[in-house]
C-alpha cells in the first residue's frame, strides 16, 4: 500500500522518532519537513502548507494538543492533524478528540500503522 504524496510536516521532541518516521516513509512520496517543538512547527507552518501535520502530544513548553488548535485555527485550509501518543490511554485519545485532531497513533507504531493513518 502506498501513501498519497504530499507534504507532510513531523512535528516531535524526540530524534529517533523523526529518523524512524522518514525511514518508515522513504518510499511513500512525501516531502517531509521536521521540527522538534512545537513554536518550530509554527514558524514552518506559517512558511508554507502542509497537507499531513504529525504532532507528539506531550512536546516541551508548547504542547501537541495546543499545536492541533493553533494550526486548525490559523488557516482557511488547515492541515489534517494526526496527535502521536506514547500514552495510549483513553484519555490521550480524547484529548485527541477534544482539539479536533484527525486521527490518533500510538507509539510504538509499525509502518503498516503510520501509512493507514496517513491514508
Known sequence: MTAVPGRLLVVDDD???RRLIK???RDAQ???AEAATGEEALQLA???AFDVVLVDLILPNYGGSRLCQKL???SARPPRVIIVSGDDSQQ???VAVEVKADGFLAKPFTREELIA???
Open 15 to 17: 530524534v529517533h522518532i
Open 23 to 25: 525511514v518508515f516513509l
Open 30 to 32: 512525501y516531502e517531509l
Open 46 to 48: 506559517r512558511r508554507q
Open 72 to 74: 486548525k485555527s490559523d
Open 92 to 94: 490521550s485519545r480524547d
Open 117 to 119: 493513518a496517513l491514508s
